[in-house]
T-cell receptor, first 112, second 114 residues
Framework: NAGVTQTPKFQVLKTGQSMTLQCAQD?????MSWYRQDPGMGLRLIHY???????DQGEVPNGYNVSRSTTEDFPLRLLSAAPSQTSVYFC???????????FGPGTRLTVT | GNSVTQMEGPVTLSEEAFLTINCTYT??????LFWYVQYPGEGLQLLLK?????DKGSNKGFEATYRKETTSFHLEKGSVQVSDSAVYFC?????????????FGKGTMLLVSP
């Protein structure tokens, strides 16, 4: 099993550009989440999904869109990048009955 | 709302020293508590967990006891190694429409020197 994979590993965007961060898991987990990690802030939940076709907002959803068309994939879209979105982004997945979340290796995004 | 407070780092120790990283929480009901570890350049991994009061979670020589009376979940290790250098996150679970979402502390960096 590859676990949770994320691409790209690094990305630099200009203000106003859009892009999609990819996340995939091969553990057949129902639940998937996106977090951002900022210095001194810990991890904050952006969006999450409890299954294909079902998504909901987390703590800091503004400026981000998600969709979940398959169990395996949960992409995060930045519609118009802003410098405030410079961060490290982590995708995580878990089973419905498990409290353990499995994290991907992260995507480091810089918006100039 | 729910929140987690950890001691600020970095914590710098020599190899074989005793480690304590303090964590306190505020939550409604009876949350489950976790410690996650993030090694340099990697994602987070679950280190240990405790799901009810007085439970002790343990893994890789680390342990933490769920203290409801003091709302604490301090992480301890009797003898740290250089390989323990990482960022440690305390977290609690809250239920949100049937989905368990994690609330994290800000993280504590541990640096262990030989």
């Amino acid at each position: 099993n590859a676990g949770v994979t994320q691409t790209p590993k690094f990305q630099v965007l200009k203000t106003g550009q859009s892009m999609t961060l990819q996340c995939a898991q091969d553990m057949n987990h129902e639940y998937m989440s996106w977090y951002r990690q900022d210095p001194g802030m810990g991890l904050r939940l952006i969006h999450y999904s409890v299954g294909a076709g079902i998504t909901d907002q987390g703590e800091v959803p503004n400026g981000y869109n998600v969709s979940r068309s398959t169990t395996e994939d949960f992409p995060l879209r930045l519609l118009s990048a802003a410098p405030s979105q410079t961060s490290v982004y982590f995708c995580a997945s878990s089973t419905g009955n498990s409290y353990e979340q499995y994290f991907g290796p992260g995507t480091r995004l810089t918006v100039t | 709302g729910n929140s987690v407070t950890q001691m600020e780092g970095p914590v710098t120790l020599s190899e074989e020293a005793f480690l304590t990283i303090n964590c306190t929480y505020t939550a409604t009901g009876y949350p489950s508590l976790f410690w996650y570890v993030q090694y340099p350049g990697e994602g987070l991994q679950l280190l240990l967990k405790a799901t009810k009061a007085d439970d002790k979670g343990s893994n890789k020589g680390f342990e933490a006891t769920y203290r409801k009376e003091t709302t604490s979940f301090h992480l301890e290790k009797g003898s740290v190694q250089v390989s323990d250098s990482a960022v440690y996150f305390c977290a609690l679970i809250r239920l949100n429409s049937g989905y368990s979402t994690l609330t994290f502390g800000k993280g504590t960096m541990l640096l262990v020197s030989p």
